[in-house]
Structures are given as structure tokens and as C-alpha cells.
């Protein structure tokens, strides 16, 4: 019942690095030139994205409840109302990270044209909250509830071709109060809503909440849904809200976006094993590709080397040689790669993105953009750079091992 729909539209955003196939210091400058570019389409899209889109459409950051809702709820919602928003609405509004505080209350019931009903999901809302909130929602049809509006209501676009009307037709709302009597409204369409989910836009109606507490015989809300500033506030203003309410003995519970999101932790889970695969794979082709470049460049320079140790250098010296140029091979190639994707990510964006089409069960698509995220960037600098490193140890080892005389004797 905390989340009745809850979904999200995946973004695809990757990000990494693209290590050339071969550098040399001084000598064997990109003797394979831009092969491992392919590695800068690895690194993932959609954690902020369609989590914007889940707390933009639906859920807030944050929604409180009553003390229970969440294991009884489902069974009787009216039973754990909220009949004190006014006195938690000010407790809230003094942490300066709440950017809006809103109500909800949600019903069942059937929506009648006279001739044809249909099942509907009602919602009470607070319009001029909820337009800020609730930005992802786009008005295919007349307008939005306002602060004025009376007696009128918003439906889904697939609601409304199922009961065939337009904006201006007027509606029936049936459902049973919190005592269990038969009830009804009448309101007037003026706008039609859609978002992301067919599912959500075949039932939902938004109505204003204090018609939807006299259609129910009640004063309090169901749910109190914030917005917060930033999405990584999340956890701190949960724990400190949580925290408040205990000191203050308020019988209240709370839960976070991502608790209610559960399509969303789903899809996450599935990509990040996908995508843990494809690094490790990746992980591979790049340690072989430098590995097998260290060798022919060892192959090449073994007279080198054995002059070298004749003149006096000793083994530790050209290990160290030998290393250094592996990990030159991965910065330069790390950094090539970052800048090449930076480049290709803000042509992306700048030409506005990459049209989606609509997955199962989404009502439309959605425009890709490329998030350039600087803690991924480090890490791919900084992977990059290790398995280079560690794809030179073993021919440089080999290297190290040859006898002098075998050195400067071979061809």
C-alpha cells in the first residue's frame, strides 16, 4: 500500500576509459592505435535517472504514516490515518533540505460516465504542492488542478479513452466512506494526465483533497509525501526525522524512495550484474591486449636488454623500466579514453540525447542523456592504470630472467 505504483524508465548513461592497444615511451608511441575505445561504452546509466523519474512521477523522497501502515494498511487503510498533518507539516518545514511538503489521501472506486463505470484509483491531493512535486506528469488534454479548483478532477489518458470522454464532460466517483456507506461525487474533467505507466494511467483520479475527505467523512490524510532539494539527503533527513518523532513520542513511520521503489531496486539489481560481467570481461581483454604488447616489445628489445645488464644495470632497474612504461600505457590510454568519452558524452547531450523508444508496460519513451559522473571517472582512471600495470608483470619477470650472453646473442 506504501507504493501502489511504482516504476521507473531506464536512462542509459555509460561512462569509462579506452586504453590504446600500445605506447611506448619514446618509441612505440600508439603502435595500435584506439582499439580498447570500446571500453569507454561500459559504465551505467540509470541510477539517477529513473530514480528522478520514480520520485517525480509518484513517491517524494520521503512519505510518513501512521504507526502500522505499512503492515495493516493494505487491509484497513482508513484505519491508520493521519489526522494531525498540520502540527508534522510544521515539524518538518524547519529542516531547511524540505523543499515541499504535500497530502495525500487514496480510494478505490468506480468512475461512471452514466453509461459506462470503470475501476479507478483516487487520489486527494494539494494541487500547488503537487505541481512542484510531481514534474513528470505532462497535461495531454485542458489543465491542472489549482488552488481554486471546486468539485473538478484530473484522470489518466488511458482512463479516459476507456470511458470515452474529454476534458469539460462531467464524471461520477462511487466508493465507501471510512464508516462503510456508500458514497459518491460529481466533478467536472478538466484535465487529462499522463505519465510513464499504462497501468497507473488506466486508473488514476486526482482530486482535491478536502472533497475527497467529504467523500470519505474523514479529516485526515492517508500519507505525507516530502520533496527534498537533493536526492542524496535522502538517508540523513530520514534518520533525523526518524529520530525526532521517537523523542517526541509521535506514533509515526516513514520510508524512503528507494524502500518504495521496487521495480526500480529490481532493475538496478539486474544492471549491475550485467554490468559487473561486462567489466570483468573488459578487465580481461585489456590485460591480455597489454600483456601481448609488453611481450612483443620485450621480443623486440632483448639485445637492448642485454646490453643494458652488460653495462651494469641490474635486474630490479629494468623491472622497474619495464613497469613504467605498462603503466604509461594505461594513463595514456585511460586518459584518451575519458576525454574521447567526455567529447562524445556532451555531443550527445548538446544534439538532445538519444530518442528511447517505449519499454513494456510505459506509455511513451523518453529522451536518453549521458550523465558525466567524476567518481566514475576516477575509477576508471584508476582501474585502467592497475591492470596495465599488472598485465606488464609477467613478460617484464620474463625479461629480467635472460642471461646476458643470451641476450646480446639473440635475433
Given at each position: 500500500?506504501?507504493?501502489?505504483?511504482?516504476?521507473?524508465?531506464?536512462?542509459a548513461q555509460c561512462l569509462a576509459q579506452s586504453p590504446p592497444d600500445r605506447y611506448d615511451p619514446a618509441r612505440n608511441c600508439f603502435r595500435h592505435d584506439g582499439d580498447y575505445c570500446l571500453w569507454w561504452l561500459y559504465r551505467v546509466c540509470f541510477r539517477r535517472a529513473p530514480g528522478?523519474?520514480?520520485?517525480?512521477?509518484?513517491?517524494?523522497?520521503?512519505?510518513?504514516?501512521?504507526?502500522?501502515?505499512?503492515?495493516?494498511?493494505?487491509?484497513?487503510?482508513?484505519?491508520?490515518?493521519?489526522?494531525?498533518?498540520?502540527?508534522?507539516?510544521?515539524?518538518?518545514?524547519?529542516?531547511?533540505?524540505?523543499?515541499?511538503?504535500?497530502?495525500?489521501?487514496?480510494?478505490?472506486?468506480?468512475?461512471?460516465?452514466?453509461?459506462?463505470?470503470?475501476?479507478?484509483?483516487?487520489?486527494?491531493?494539494?494541487?500547488?504542492?503537487?505541481?512542484?512535486?510531481?514534474?513528470?506528469?505532462?497535461?495531454?488534454?485542458?489543465?491542472?488542478?489549482?488552488?481554486?479548483?471546486?468539485?473538478?478532477?484530473?484522470?489518466?489518458?488511458?482512463?479516459?479513452?476507456?470511458?470515452?470522454?474529454?476534458?469539460?464532460?462531467?464524471?461520477?466517483?462511487?466508493?465507501?466512506?471510512?464508516?462503510?456507506?456508500?458514497?459518491?461525487?460529481?466533478?467536472?474533467?478538466?484535465?487529462?494526465?499522463?505519465?510513464?505507466?499504462?497501468?497507473?494511467?488506466?486508473?488514476?483520479?486526482?482530486?482535491?483533497?478536502?472533497?475527497?475527505?467529504?467523500?470519505?467523512?474523514?479529516?485526515?490524510?492517508?500519507?505525507?509525501?516530502?520533496?527534498?532539494?537533493?536526492?542524496?539527503?535522502?538517508?540523513?533527513?530520514?534518520?533525523?526525522?526518524?529520530?525526532?518523532?521517537?523523542?517526541?513520542?509521535?506514533?509515526?513511520?516513514?520510508?524512503?524512495?528507494?524502500?518504495?521503489?521496487?521495480?526500480?531496486?529490481?532493475?538496478?539489481?539486474?544492471?549491475?550484474?550485467?554490468?559487473?560481467?561486462?567489466?570483468?570481461?573488459?578487465?580481461?581483454?585489456?590485460?591480455?591486449?597489454?600483456?601481448?604488447?609488453?611481450?612483443?616489445?620485450?621480443?623486440?628489445?632483448?639485445?637492448?636488454?642485454?646490453?643494458?645488464?652488460?653495462?651494469?644495470?641490474?635486474?630490479?632497474?629494468?623491472?622497474?623500466?619495464?613497469?613504467?612504461?605498462?603503466?604509461?600505457?594505461?594513463?595514456?590510454?585511460?586518459?584518451?579514453?575519458?576525454?574521447?568519452?567526455?567529447?562524445?558524452?556532451?555531443?550527445?547531450?548538446?544534439?538532445?540525447?538519444?530518442?528511447?523508444?517505449?519499454?513494456?508496460?510505459?506509455?511513451?519513451?523518453?529522451?536518453?542523456?549521458?550523465?558525466?559522473?567524476?567518481?566514475?571517472?576516477?575509477?576508471?582512471?584508476?582501474?585502467?592504470?592497475?591492470?596495465?600495470?599488472?598485465?606488464?608483470?609477467?613478460?617484464?619477470?620474463?625479461?629480467?630472467?635472460?642471461?646476458?650472453?643470451?641476450?646480446?646473442?639473440?635475433?
Open positions: 500500500m506504501a507504493n501502489d505504483y511504482d516504476g521507473a524508465a531506464c536512462l528522478e523519474s520514480v520520485i517525480r512521477t509518484q513517491l517524494g523522497h520521503i512519505q510518513l504514516y501512521k504507526q502500522g501502515y505499512t503492515e495493516h494498511g493494505l487491509a484497513s487503510p482508513y484505519t491508520y490515518l493521519i489526522e494531525n498533518f498540520a502540527e508534522i507539516e510544521a515539524l518538518v518545514r524547519e529542516l531547511p533540505q524540505v523543499q515541499v511538503v504535500t497530502a495525500r489521501l487514496t480510494f478505490s472506486g468506480l468512475v461512471s460516465t452514466g453509461e459506462t463505470s470503470l475501476p479507478g484509483r483516487g487520489t486527494g491531493i494539494i494541487p500547488e504542492r503537487e505541481e512542484v512535486l510531481n514534474t513528470l506528469e505532462t497535461i495531454v488534454a485542458g489543465v491542472p488542478l489549482t488552488r481554486q479548483s471546486t468539485l473538478q478532477g484530473v484522470i489518466g489518458h488511458e482512463l479516459r479513452k476507456a470511458l470515452g470522454v474529454k476534458p469539460g464532460d462531467f464524471l461520477t466517483m462511487l466508493t465507501t466512506t471510512v464508516d462503510g456507506a456508500l458514497n459518491g461525487l460529481n466533478f467536472q474533467l478538466i484535465g487529462v494526465g499522463q505519465t510513464d505507466l499504462l497501468e497507473y494511467d488506466s486508473v488514476f483520479v486526482k482530486l482535491p483533497l478536502p472533497e475527497v475527505q467529504a467523500l470519505l467523512n474523514t479529516q485526515g490524510v492517508e500519507r505525507i509525501v516530502l520533496l527534498l532539494e537533493h536526492t542524496d539527503q535522502t538517508a540523513a533527513v530520514a534518520a533525523h526525522l526518524q529520530t525526532r518523532f521517537a523523542a517526541l513520542g509521535m506514533p509515526l513511520e516513514l520510508k524512503t524512495w528507494e524502500e518504495m521503489a521496487h521495480f526500480y531496486r529490481r532493475v538496478v539489481i539486474l544492471y549491475h550484474g550485467i554490468f559487473r560481467v561486462i567489466k570483468v570481461i573488459i578487465a580481461f581483454i585489456v590485460f591480455f591486449s597489454i600483456a601481448n604488447t609488453m611481450t612483443m616489445s620485450i621480443t623486440e628489445r632483448v639485445r637492448e636488454i642485454g646490453t643494458l645488464r652488460a653495462m651494469g644495470t641490474k635486474r630490479q632497474g629494468i623491472l622497474q623500466l619495464f613497469l613504467l612504461e605498462g603503466f604509461c600505457i594505461g594513463i595514456a590510454g585511460s586518459c584518451l579514453g575519458v576525454l574521447s568519452g567526455v567529447l562524445t558524452a556532451w555531443i550527445i547531450n548538446v544534439s538532445g540525447g538519444i530518442t528511447i523508444p517505449p519499454p513494456p508496460g510505459m506509455s511513451r519513451g523518453y529522451i536518453s542523456l549521458i550523465l558525466i559522473v567524476p567518481g566514475v571517472i576516477a575509477y576508471a582512471v584508476l582501474s585502467t592504470v592497475l591492470v596495465a600495470g599488472l598485465s606488464s608483470l609477467l613478460p617484464v619477470l620474463s625479461a629480467v630472467r635472460l642471461q646476458v650472453v643470451e641476450a646480446l646473442r639473440h635475433t
